[in-house]
C-alpha cells in the first residue's frame, strides 16, 4: 500500500530531528510537485468528514467542490505559512546612522486559533531601533503574514514575530504589538463581540530604556 503523501513528509522531519507543530513552517521538507499531492490527500479526507456530517456532498450543489476548495485554502492560503517558504527579505546598510525609533502599522494579521480552528483578526504594529541593518516598509507587512498564516495562538504568533523582525533586521531594539478579534469568541462559547486579544514583546533597548518603550506605545495609541 502507497503511503500517503502527510506520511512521506512527516517521516523526513522526523528522520531530520524536526518538529511539526502547528505553527512551524515545515516547507524545507517538501519536495517540488508535493504540495498538490498534498492538497488532494487533505481533499479527500475532508470528504470524509463532511459525509460523516450527513452533507450530501455528491447531489448537493452548494458543497459538490466544498472539499477541494477548502484543501487548496488550507494549503495555499491560511496555512500557507506552514509550506511556502519565507518570502525574500532583503537588509540594507543603516547608511544614515537613523538611531530612533520607528513604529509601522497597522498591519493587518488573519491567522486561525489552532484551538477552534476559527479566525484571529486583528492587527499588528512593529517598532523598530534600527542597528546595523533596515528593511523595507512593505517587508514588515510580508513577514507578518507569513508568520500569521499559520494555526497558533496569538502569543505564540507574537513571540515568532518579534523572533522574526529581530533576526533579519539585527535591530538594537524592538516591540511588537498585537491587537486581535477571536472567532472562536464571538462566533461559539460565550459570542462575545466587544473583547480583543492584546499581546505584546519588547526587547533590547526598548525593554531597557522606559522613555524609548513609552514612546512606541504612545505612537501605537495614535496611530490609525
Avoid at 198 to 215: D, P, W, Y
Wanted: hydrophobic residues 40%.
Amino acid at each position: 500500500m502507497n503511503k500517503l503523501i502527510s506520511d512521506l513528509i512527516r517521516q523526513r522531519i522526523v528522520d531530520a530531528g524536526g518538529a511539526y507543530n502547528c505553527n512551524h513552517n515545515i516547507s524545507k521538507y517538501i519536495e517540488e510537485g508535493e504540495l498538490d499531492q498534498l492538497v488532494a490527500e487533505v481533499e479527500c479526507q475532508l470528504t470524509g468528514v463532511l459525509n460523516s456530517l450527513v452533507i450530501d456532498t455528491a447531489n448537493d450543489h452548494n458543497t459538490k467542490e466544498t472539499a477541494h476548495r477548502v484543501a487548496k485554502m488550507f494549503v495555499h492560503e491560511i496555512f500557507g505559512g506552514r509550506y511556502q517558504p519565507q518570502p525574500k527579505i532583503t537588509a540594507f546598510p543603516n547608511v544614515t546612522a537613523y538611531d530612533q525609533l520607528y513604529v509601522t502599522g497597522p498591519i493587518t494579521i488573519r491567522s486561525t486559533c489552532a484551538h477552534h480552528m476559527m479566525p484571529i483578526v486583528g492587527k499588528a504594529y512593529i517598532g523598530v531601533f534600527p542597528g546595523k541593518n533596515v528593511i523595507g516598509l512593505s517587508k514588515f507587512n510580508r513577514i507578518s503574514d507569513w508568520i500569521a498564516s499559520r494555526p497558533q495562538i496569538q502569543e505564540e504568533m507574537t513571540v515568532q514575530l518579534a523572533d522574526e523582525v529581530e533576526r533579519i533586521t539585527e535591530a538594537e531594539g524592538i516591540a511588537v504589538l498585537v491587537q486581535a478579534e477571536h472567532f472562536c469568541m464571538t462566533h461559539r462559547g460565550v459570542r462575545e463581540h466587544d473583547s480583543d486579544m492584546t499581546t505584546s514583546i519588547v526587547r533590547g533597548k526598548l525593554r531597557e530604556s522606559a522613555a524609548l518603550k513609552q514612546e512606541f506605545f504612545s505612537i501605537v495609541g495614535r496611530m490609525k
